[in-house]
């Protein structure tokens, strides 16, 4: 079969090949991280990460749709959880173009938003160290950011996790 027929969204999967194929999905998410490494966003940015996130959420778009079609379930569902990974996405990317971005490679100019992110993180790590009491509520943002940053990929595995477990609409209960 071709590529384009096998990626389609119209194949239905089964939860064998479902559940394997969402591991891998999942795993090559977690590896594609490194791609957030100094070296790398300092030679090329964000960029090929974008990419490779790019292709990673299409790729668990396709599989999740093709799962709940051969369960005999609604996919709409798939593109909502898909959308609040993708905003989670610019999120953290933003987020790592302006702590990583330095002055030299933005133009020359002075760029506030990154010493301010700079600056939080070295408060933080000095609350750390100090055991300041003064640094909660800093400490408290930092927390719920953190937060707010995990949710999206929590959201992601239990939904796979419960498209994993639909029986197949084919077969007997």
Wanted: charged content about 10%; aromatic content about 10%; glycine content about 8%.
């Amino acid at each position: 079969m071709s590529l384009r027929l096998q990626l389609s969204s119209g194949n239905r999967l089964a939860r064998g090949p479902f559940v394997l194929a969402v591991i891998a999905v999942y795993l090559a998410s977690f590896v594609s991280q490194m791609l957030l490494s100094a070296p790398v966003t300092g030679r090329m940015s964000v960029p090929p990460f974008i990419v490779v996130q790019a292709v990673l959420i299409w790729l668990w778009i396709v599989l999740h749709r093709r799962r709940l079609l051969d369960a005999g379930r609604s996919t709409g569902i798939v593109i909502g959880i898909a959308m609040i990974c993708v905003l989670e996405l610019v999120l953290l990317v933003l987020l790592i173009w302006l702590i990583f971005v330095s002055p030299e490679t933005a133009g020359g100019g002075v760029r506030e938003e990154a010493s301010i992110f700079r600056l939080f993180t070295l408060l933080y790590l000095l609350g750390m160290m100090s055991g300041h009491p003064n640094l909660i509520g800093l400490q408290m943002w930092l927390i719920g950011f953190a937060v707010v940053m995990v949710l999206p990929f929590a959201i992601a595995i239990g939904f796979s996790l419960w498209a994993a477990t639909r029986p197949s609409a084919t077969s007997p209960p």
